[in-house]
T-cell receptor, first 116, second 111 residues
Framework: GAGVSQTPSNKVTEKGKYVELRCDPI?????LYWYRQSLGQGPEFLIY????????DSGLPNDRFFAVRPEGSVSTLKIQRTERGDSAVYLC??????????????FGPGTRLTVL | GENVEQHPSTLSVQEGDSAVIKCTYS??????FPWYKQELGKRPQLIID?????GEKKDQRIAVTLNKTAKHFSLHITETQPEDSAVYFC??????????FGQGTRLTINP
């Protein structure tokens, strides 16, 4: 079946603007993760959803960042009042959870966000 | 919280030789350790993973070893090929939840 998809693939915005990044997980995957990857670094955890609820949002850097997953499938990462330091590739991943399930997280292609 | 250190940051080997990348972790509760390969401009792809109830796992030319006591794990690639050139990331997690990644190793295979 289809893998994890993310839109847009690239987003260029101006400092202070609001942006939304979308993630479509693999069908049936109950867990969804957002990571941020800066150039030359490993992905950095932002938030993890189990179903519709945020099970762990400890990685969100500040209150300008917010994410939702209202129906337990598609998720949107929202960034208010963007800053140049928010420029990075935002990666989404999904996985099956539950006893006996693989822990493998499948990553999407990412959204490259550039804040001018 | 969990901290993962990865070494070396760059590694260059001759085609056909072996490559070893090492990681250490800090949280003894971590029990799942995946390795991802990321080519330039592409998404991370899982190449092998290991759980804390085993000490070693192999898949063709790739193997991972885990030492729970010392809290370190390593990736071994044998008979390296040019297509193995990429950035490799180790990660650790508790029960497959959030992944904490190492800083990455840029592996170059010289023909």
């Amino acid at each position: 079946g289809a893998g994890v998809s993310q839109t847009p693939s690239n987003k260029v915005t101006e400092k202070g603007k609001y942006v939304e990044l979308r993630c479509d997980p693999i069908s049936g995957h109950t867990a969804l993760y957002w990571y941020r990857q800066s150039l030359g670094q490993g992905p950095e955890f932002l938030i993890y959803f189990q179903g519709t609820g945020a099970a762990d949002d400890s990685g969100l850097p500040n209150d300008r960042f917010f994410a939702v997953r209202p129906e337990g499938s598609v998720s949107t990462l929202k960034i208010q009042r963007t800053e140049r330091g928010d420029s990075a590739v935002y990666l989404c991943a999904s996985s099956l959870t539950g006893r006996g399930r693989s822990n493998e997280q499948f990553f999407g292609p990412g959204t490259r966000l550039t804040v001018l | 919280g969990e901290n993962v250190e990865q070494h070396p940051s760059t590694l260059s080997v001759q085609e056909g030789d072996s490559a070893v990348i090492k990681c250490t972790y800090s949280d003894s509760a971590s029990n799942y350790f995946p390795w991802y390969k990321q080519e330039l401009g592409k998404r991370p792809q899982l190449i092998i993973d290991i759980r804390s109830n085993v000490g070693e796992k192999k898949d063709q030319r790739i193997a991972v070893t885990l030492n729970k006591t010392a809290k370190h794990f390593s990736l071994h690639i044998t008979e390296t090929q040019p297509e193995d050139s990429a950035v490799y990331f180790c990660a650790a997690s508790i029960k497959g939840q959030k992944l904490v990644f190492g800083q990455g190793t840029r592996l170059t295979i010289n023909p």
